[in-house]
């Protein structure tokens, strides 16, 4: 019964090949198996000057004198490859030599190629998973907090954002820090993270340690955040030149989402606070609900408020979908990653704010017709006359759902209705709300006269 031969790895314990690896610059021909790709740890100094590893190291010499025993004595010949240079001992490399029996051919370290740099890789660290149990961390209700543990996706969304190699970049709510991983990993230049929980600040400033001169830690919120002074100067480009190498990026905590997104779209329209640097790109995650609001189309049942007001101003782009599964605690609903453009040119060539009155009063009824909503543009007295000289001068069929009305729709009605502002300044100023409380409150004292009267009776 024949016996297989034991390779060299297998005759050989791991230290031994550790040993050999560190102290040769060459591998003898029985190292290079079908488990050649591991991983194995780089030599922490210069180029190895050791002399080759003893042929079969001491194993019995076989074969004959014969012509077939001359060629196996050749296939067991050394096999030359070259490996200069060393990677700093904390990375490990993935080594692989091409060779040649006559030891012609070879193929060097990929971390000792010359003329390229190793890109940024953080040293070995707890895991997110392992931090979050160090520092008894428990994601609050309250506080909408939900923590993505699962690296893929983390990357998955930082590529999200484009080429970040010596960027800027600005991450919110990095919580335990999976994200903020994938963002050093890319190579960025400055990272600066905005956390308004304190509990998540030691795991952070951990991260921080590992990339020296690369994390900046503020403790605030990002609502109050005064993002003006966030990046260097030197950084900002003109509106019209290409978007500045400063990215935002953040998985947002659904109780903030929509109010964040709303003040930076104000700002991106006024351009400033971290528009003031430029276009500056967003990626952001929201519930699965909200960016589908954000993208949806004209006609379509997601079609809102926030729709007009993100499209009229950024280029919106849903990127994919994150299932609730990959959260920890799991949420009821799944979460999209959106990304965010500035265009040179909104779409609707009026202040913010008029915009977002017109918007938000036509989809005030949102299943009636769009008239209904824009009544509630004009004081009650002069209601019917008002909205129907703007109707007809913006050029718009009353009997449209707001869902239905265009972009266009919009723009027609937001500049007929600063004309008609123009004319009369107090209309800019009037309020549907204010005066409906108003009218309760006129009601409000003779009930309650009504009811004592009743009371004294009885």
Not at 79 to 105: D, N, Q, Y
Not at 136 to 163: H, M
Not at 171 to 183: A, K, L
Request: charged share 25%; aromatic share 6%.
């Amino acid at each position: 019964m024949k016996h297989k031969r034991k390779t060299l790895k297998q005759r050989m314990n791991k230290h031994q090949v550790v040993a050999a690896f560190c102290s040769a610059p060459t591998l003898p021909p029985r190292m290079r198996t079908r488990n050649s790709r591991r991983l194995w740890p780089a030599p922490s100094q210069g180029a190895c000057a050791a002399p080759l590893l003893p042929e079969r190291h001491g194993q019995r010499e076989r074969g004959g004198t014969c012509a077939s025993g001359r060629r196996k004595r050749r296939k067991r010949g050394r096999r030359e490859a070259s490996c200069s240079g060393a990677a700093p001992a904390r990375h490990r490399t993935r080594v692989s030599f091409l060779v040649s029996a006559g030891g012609k051919e070879q193929k060097r370290c990929p971390m000792a190629v010359r003329g390229k740099v190793a890109a940024f890789n953080l040293p070995p660290l707890p895991t997110v998973g392992e931090i979050i149990k160090l520092f008894r961390l428990q994601a609050q209700k309250q506080l909408s907090q939900n923590f993505l543990l699962d690296l893929r996706l983390t990357d998955k969304i930082v590529r999200q954002a484009g080429k970040l190699k010596n960027a800027h970049v600005c991450e919110v709510g990095p919580g335990p820090g999976g994200i903020t991983r994938s963002i050093l990993n890319a190579d960025v230049e400055q990272l600066l993270l905005v956390e308004k929980d304190p509990r998540f600040i030691p795991g952070l400033q951990m991260l921080s340690e590992a990339a020296p001169g690369k994390v900046r830690i503020v403790h605030g919120d990002i609502l109050t955040f005064k993002m003006e002074k966030a990046f260097p100067k030197h950084l900002k480009k003109n509106w019209e030149d290409e978007p500045p190498n400063i990215h935002i990026i953040g998985n947002l905590p659904f109780s903030v989402s929509t109010p964040l997104i709303i003040k930076w779209l104000e700002n991106v329209s006024k351009k400033n606070g971290p528009f003031i640097y430029g276009r500056t790109q967003m990626t952001l995650t929201f519930q699965k609900e909200v960016a589908e609001r954000l993208t949806a189309n004209t006609g379509g049942k997601q079609r809102s408020r926030l729709s007009i007001m993100s499209q009229h101003l950024c280029t919106v782009e849903n990127r994919f979908v994150i299932p609730g599964q990959a959260f920890v605690p799991k949420p009821e609903v799944d979460v999209a990653v959106v990304h965010f453009t500035p265009l040179v040119q909104p779409k609707i060539q009026q202040p913010f704010e008029l915009v977002e009155k017109v918007v938000r009063s036509a989809f005030q009824f949102r299943r009636k017709h769009c008239f209904r909503g824009i009544e509630t543009l004009f004081p009650e007295s002069e209601r019917l006359k008002k909205t129907e000289e703007l109707m007809m001068a913006a050029d718009v069929d009353p009997t449209l759902r707001p869902f239905q009305l265009s972009m266009s729709h919009f723009r027609n009605l937001c500049n007929t209705y600063r004309k008609m502002c123009e004319e009369d300044p107090s209309l800019f100023a009037y309020n549907y709300r204010e005066e409906l409380k108003q009218k309760k409150r006129q009601h409000l004292p003779k009930n309650t006269s009504q009811t004592e009267q009743t009371e004294e009776e009885n």
